[in-house]
């Protein structure tokens, strides 16, 4: 989000997976609080914007994991295309990072066809 910020032009392709993966993860919170969601799985949000989205997420989900009693506790939803699921706490948890893992992978290689050299993602470049 900081090196999207401070470009002047950011690639469409880019835009439009940044903003699902930030969709997606309030779409799974709002499963798992029981709640409606906001937000449509491929709506595309102003990169300005995406901070503010992006905290609320965390928030939620931070909220989620310190109130859990059960990570291994059945959550039923339905999915954007209206049929019936139930899956485990903790799996939904975990693919909700391995989604924005597999997006972020496809936002680097966009950048880099559009010749912007991407900031590493690595996790272990994040805890230095």
């Not at 309030?26 to 798992?32: A, E, F, P, S, V």
């Not at 995406?50 to 989620?64: G, L």
Request: hydrophobic residues 35%; without cysteine.
């Amino acid at each position: 989000m900081e090196q999207f910020g401070q470009m002047d032009k950011v690639p469409k392709k880019s835009i439009k997976m940044f903003s699902h993966i930030l969709n997606s993860h309030h779409i799974w919170n709002q499963r798992i609080l029981g709640k409606t969601h906001e937000f449509e799985v491929w709506q595309k949000h102003a990169v300005e914007d995406w901070n503010d989205i992006h905290y609320d997420n965390q928030r939620s989900s931070f909220e989620i994991i310190t109130n859990a009693e059960d990570f291994n506790k059945r959550i039923d939803y339905t999915s954007t295309e209206g049929r019936a699921y139930s899956n485990d706490l903790k799996d939904i948890l975990f693919h909700i990072v391995n989604h924005a893992t597999h997006h972020r992978g496809q936002i680097v290689m966009d950048m880099r066809a559009s010749k912007i050299e991407p900031i590493p993602l690595d996790y272990i470049f994040y805890k230095r």
